[in-house]
Structures are given as C-alpha cells and as structure tokens.
C-alpha cells in the first residue's frame, strides 16, 4: 500500500510512534512517506521518504503549542495534498487530532478523498489537553468527517468519546516498541544487589506542567530521606527550570543529574533502577514501556492509560494519582527489597512483550487494508462535500 504517516516533529512519544510505525511498515514492504513541518529527533528508517517543510529548521512545532500560525497550517496542507497525489497516497495517517483532524478532514472532502482514506491517531493532549468545550465541538466535528479514529489506550479511548463528543469509540491500537531497540542490562544477581546500594531514579519527559515535576521534586526529597539514591532526568521543556530551583533547595549537592536531551535514551535506560512518571494525567506513558523493555520497574501514577501498561506489582507499582507520599513510599519499599525488585525487573520484561511491534503493525495494517478498498472509502467519506474551512482551521 501507499501510505502517508503526518506527525508533529516533536520530542514526544507521539512522533516517535508514528516514526517507528512508518518504519516498520517499509520494513512489511509498503510505500511510505512521512511528513512532519521541521525535521525529527530520530531517524526516518531505511525505505521512508522524509518530507519536510523546512528541512534544517531545527525547530520543534510542540502539540501543546496550539494553534499552528495559519501560514504553517497552509503551506504544511499544501505539502500533504502535494504527496497525497504525487504518489497516489491510499492511506493519510495523522499522529494527533491538533491540528491535523481538521486537515484530514478536509482531505477527506477533497477531490483526493476519493482515493485516500483518512485516519487519525489520538494521543495525549488531543483529549487531555483542557481545550474549551468549543474548541472540542470543533475537535470532534472533524474528527466525525474522517474514515477512522484510534487511540493508544483503551482510557484515552473512552475520555475522547465523552469528551469530544464522537458517534463511536475510537479503535485502540496501543503504542509499542521495535524489537531490539530497548535490551535490559545483563546483570548478575550480585551486580543487582550491588547497583540498589545507590539507587537510580530517571525521569525523562518534555517537562510540561501535565509531567507535574513539583510532584518529582517533592517524590525524591522523601525518597533522598531514606536511601541513598540519585535522580536522573533526561529531557528539557517549560517546567524544568522551576524543577531545577527546587531540587536545588531540596536534594543534597550531586544527587541529581541534568541529562538534557538525549539521543541514548535506551542506554542511559538500562543504566537506571527505577523509571519514574509523576504525570497528572498520561494516555498512555510511551518511557513507562520502553522502561519496562529495557528491565526497569517503573513507578507510576494510577491515572489515565498507565494502569493499561503498567501491571502493579508486576512490572512496576502504581500510586494515587498526585499523592508523591504514597509514590515515595513505594519507591522506597521496592528499591530496598532487591529481592522483589529483581521479580519486577524480569516482570517488566515480559509484561513489555503485549506491546510489540509485530502486533500493533498488524492491526494498523488490518485496518489500512480494509479501508483502502474504493468502496470503502465511498462509504467513509463526510456526506458533505464541502467543509466549514473557518470552523475548522483553527482546532
Ligand atoms: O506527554 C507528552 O507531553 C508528549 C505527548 C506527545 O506528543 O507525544 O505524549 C502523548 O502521546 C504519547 C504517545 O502516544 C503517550 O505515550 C503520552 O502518554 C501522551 N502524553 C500525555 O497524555 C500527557
């Protein structure tokens, strides 16, 4: 098939998904092109043409900053309906509803539409991100005018259709990591014990408020109360700063490392004890899977999709949602227990292997061959040719 991968070029786990599906799909022999406005983190793959609007632009457009300018909006439409129809796409597969609902569905209605099914993958702040009740009519009115919506977790799945207020569920496909990518460390059982004498938290994230890193900072001043452990973070964002001054006013000098971004972060991964998410609300939590894949237990708020991908007591525990005491606590009892913590750290493995990339390609294709039959994309296109452009523009 010929297919059209669309995502944000952003550090986030959302262009990473999208980039290890458009990926793996060439490796199963499909067409692929990706587009994205500036250029992305991690590489395209072997056999996918890249399309960028501004090639060395080393600009990340963030999802969280909305609403795109209109002339990005245009000229990155533009570029779409361009390779839609050079390459006789058959399938557009937008990574976020903001702003690309409003661009597939417009799609959709074009004279293209008729040859190009649309499909839109929700992920975090699309359902999350505290839009005004307009702004999620408009949301769910073109996300109702495009073939198929997904989602990457079963939570976040349901938080859209309520909010958004969308005719039917969006399928789930969740997120998944490529074999390979992410290996534990290979570690005896006195090597273990000995690396749990200086625990490592690592934390990686784009440090927005939804990450609630006074949450982190609060979490490791108790955990630094009763072990002797260091905190990792790996990333940078809005809140890091504000981060950094508390942690300063409350971990001891040389407990905690300013990792930035970092294009290792499977290595510096398997180099950590336990992977840390204090989000507020997660739909899915791509670095608790690609912790777990790497033999990290992950700690985790019961929020969101989390509990979907983090079993408690398997491959990691769970706390309530926004109470860093009861995290610490958890921390603490598993990071003295190597025991225990090596049990999770072999469940954290093979809890990773129900998100593979074998299985989440498979169903995206399933989909993308049902949908690219003619017929099938007569019967999915809006009934109204022409959209409100105004209305929807600015989801
Ligand atoms: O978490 C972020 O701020 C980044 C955002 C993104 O653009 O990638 O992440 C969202 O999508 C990821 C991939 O599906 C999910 O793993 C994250 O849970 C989700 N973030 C939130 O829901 C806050």
């Given at each position: 098939m010929r297919i059209a991968i669309v995502c944000h070029s952003?550090?986030?786990g959302s262009a990473h998904s999208a980039v290890r599906l458009a990926a793996a799909l060439a490796r199963r022999g499909h067409s692929v092109h990706l587009l994205s406005p500036a250029s992305l983190p991690w590489p395209a793959g072997d056999g996918v043409t890249h399309h960028r609007l501004d090639p060395d632009s080393a600009r990340l457009y963030d999802p969280s900053s909305t609403p795109w300018p209109p002339a990005l909006f245009n000229r990155f439409e533009a570029l779409l309906h361009r390779v839609t129809a050079a390459h006789a796409i058959q399938i557009a597969h937008f990574h976020?509803?903001?702003?690309?609902a409003s661009m597939g569905a417009r799609l959709a209605a074009s004279s293209l539409g008729a040859r190009c099914a649309v499909i839109v993958t929700l992920h975090g702040t699309d359902v999350t991100g505290g839009a005004s009740g307009e702004a999620q009519a408009r949301l769910g009115a073109a996300l109702m005018r495009v073939a198929v919506v997904t989602s990457v977790s079963g939570a976040s799945a349901r938080q859209a259709q309520s909010l958004l207020r969308l005719s039917v569920e969006p399928q789930v496909i969740h997120n998944f990591v490529t074999a390979g990518e992410h290996r534990p460390a290979d570690l005896s059982r006195e090597q273990h014990r000995a690396r749990l004498l200086r625990p490592r938290l690592i934390h990686v994230s784009n440090f927005r408020a939804v990450k609630s890193p006074g949450s982190l900072a609060r979490l490791f001043a108790v955990v630094r109360a009763q072990l002797d452990g260091e905190l990792w973070l790996v990333g940078d964002g809005p809140e890091l700063p504000a981060l950094r001054s508390a942690l300063e006013q409350s971990a001891p000098h040389g407990?905690?490392?300013?990792?930035?971004?970092?294009?290792?972060v499977p290595s510096l991964l398997t180099q950590a004890d336990l992977v840390v998410l204090t989000s507020l609300d997660e739909s899915f939590g791509l670095v608790a899977l690609e912790g777990m894949a790497s033999g990290v237990p992950v700690l985790a708020p019961r929020v969101g999709g989390i509990p979907e991908v983090v079993t408690d007591n398997v491959s990691g525990v769970l706390f309530r949602g926004g109470d860093f005491t009861h995290a610490a606590e958890r921390a603490v009892a598993l990071l003295s227990d190597p025991d225990r913590h090596w049990m999770l750290r072999n469940g954290a493995v093979a809890r990773a292997q129900a998100f593979t990339e074998a299985r989440s390609v498979a169903e995206y294709e399933g989909l993308y061959e049902r949908l690219s039959h003619p017929d099938a994309i007569a019967a999915t296109r809006p009934s109204t040719p022409r959209l409100d452009v105004a209305a929807t523009r600015t989801v």
């Open positions: 952003t550090l986030g976020y509803a903001i702003p690309f407990t905690v490392r300013y990792l930035g971004v970092r294009r290792d």
